[in-house]
């Protein structure tokens, strides 16, 4: 199965040469053939905003969200461990692209490089999460799905309530 790396680093006034210098090795580095592009609209002018690197993996084959990453998951682990090493704040996640679906699945920024190779080895689990987002809660050793749990309730304007 075919498999496209594309990459959205921006907003553009915040990213150095550097970054995607380092961004771009990590993923040759790890034997990943990858493409630049930008977000529908572009990126505007953001020049207060944190750099944001979104990475989107896409077949064009009848696969699951696992099937796309099984078939990179080495080369996708090696690059965003050698991203957490050279970029540490830089936020890190993936978006998978199938025929059926979308999903998104991201780590911590304090996640470790172990952490980051410990949830990729365990990603199948998240086959059993009906979720379009899932997170990795590394002090737990598991995956989440990051829905809002929470409801906020509005009365009249004037109170909230946050339940569980």
């Keep these: 199965m075919g498999v496209s790396v594309d990459l959205e680093l921006g907003p553009v006034a915040s990213v ?13 580095d790890a034997g ?7 977000p529908p ?15 989107f993996l896409q077949s064009d084959a009848s696969s699951s969200s696992l099937g796309v990453i099984d078939a990179i998951r080495p080369q996708l682990t090696a690059a965003l461990t050698g991203i957490r090493a050279g970029l540490p ?9 199938t025929s059926s679906a979308k999903r998104s699945y991201s780590f911590r920024p304090t996640d470790t ?9 365990t990603i199948e689990k998240t086959n059993e ?3 379009a987002t899932v997170g990795w809660l590394s002090d737990q050793n598991r995956r989440i799905r990051l829905e809002e749990k929470i409801w906020v309730v509005y009365c009249g304007g004037t ?3 946050l339940t569980q």
């Design 16 to 28: 150095s040469d550097e970054m995607r210098k380092a961004i771009a090795a990590a993923f040759r």
């Design 32 to 38: 990943l053939d990858f493409n630049w592009t930008r």
């Design 41 to 55: 609209g572009g990126w505007g002018t953001g020049g207060a905003a944190r750099p944001t690197l979104r990475i």
């Design 89 to 97: 704040a830089l936020p890190l996640g993936f978006v998978t692209v």
């Design 113 to 121: 490089r172990a952490e980051i190779e410990a949830a990729m080895a």
């Design 129 to 131: 999460l009906d979720s």
């Design 159 to 161: 109170n909230t309530e």
